[in-house]
T-cell receptor
Framework: DAGVIQSPRHEVTEMGQEVTLRCKPI?????LFWYRQTMMRGLELLIY????????DSGMPEDRFSAKMPNASFSTLKIQPSEPRDSAVYFC????????????FGPGTRLTVL | QKEVEQNSGPLSVPEGAIASLNCTYS??????FFWYRQYSGKSPELIMF????GDKEDGRFTAQLNKASQYVSLLIRDSQPSDSATYLC?????????FGKGTHLIIQP
């Protein structure tokens, strides 16, 4: 299996621009998670899906952030408009079932907002 | 809101010695805990999880859980330079994983 795939791996954009991050989970995994990692706040859960349905988005920082999962093999995290404080590494992870099933992380997208 | 606390380090350990990593958690009702390893510039990868009081061993790694003290630890025996990484402790609840900020471990050859 190819593992969790994320694109792009690096994104540099200017404040106010729209940013779209993409994720393809491992085939057969029913759960998909979006995390953000910064030095200050560590690794934080933003939102997770079960069978393409958003279950908990309480970690989404504000309305500028939105996430979708139109099918079992694709999810997006969108930031509009982006701000410099959104600069972070964004990870997507997937798991077959709920905890303690292992969450497998993608390589991450390093976002820099100038 | 749940919190997981870890000493950020760096924790420096000589090669071949035992590395001891510690973590405390705030939610007394938490049942399961996870240790992830993250190399610089890479994604986290699961080492092991524990949900019963006591010890759980997997190769050179031993996880320890003390629910009364709300304390989790990870021991790495016969430490190798390849163990140098950041180790993340996570509390696994119904709302997903809550991570500590991690401990940076350095194994000195």
């Amino acid at each position: 299996d190819a593992g969790v795939i994320q694109s792009p791996r690096h994104e540099v954009t200017e404040m106010g621009q729209e940013v779209t991050l993409r994720c393809k989970p491992i085939s057969g995994h029913d759960y998909l998670f979006w995390y953000r990692q910064t030095m200050m706040r560590g690794l934080e859960l933003l939102i997770y899906f079960n069978n393409n349905v958003p279950i908990d988005d309480s970690g989404m920082p504000e309305d500028r952030f939105s996430a979708k999962m139109p099918n079992a093999s694709f999810s997006t995290l969108k930031i509009q408009p982006s701000e410099p404080r959104d600069s972070a590494v964004y990870f997507c992870a997937s798991s077959r079932g709920t905890l303690p099933d292992t969450q497998y992380f993608g390589p991450g997208t390093r976002l820099t907002v100038l | 809101q749940k919190e997981v606390e870890q000493n950020s380090g760096p924790l420096s350990v000589p090669e071949g010695a035992i590395a001891s990593l510690n973590c405390t958690y705030s939610d007394r009702g938490s049942q399961s805990f996870f240790w992830y390893r993250q190399y610089s510039g890479k994604s986290p990868e699961l080492i092991m999880f524990i949900y019963s009081n006591g010890d759980k061993e997997d190769g050179r790694f031993t996880a320890q859980l003390n629910k009364a003290s709300q304390y989790v630890s990870l021991l790495i025996r016969d430490s190798q330079p390849s163990d140098s990484a950041t180790y993340l402790c996570a509390d696994g609840g119904a709302d997903g994983l809550t991570f500590g900020k991690g401990t940076h471990l350095i194994i000195q050859p």
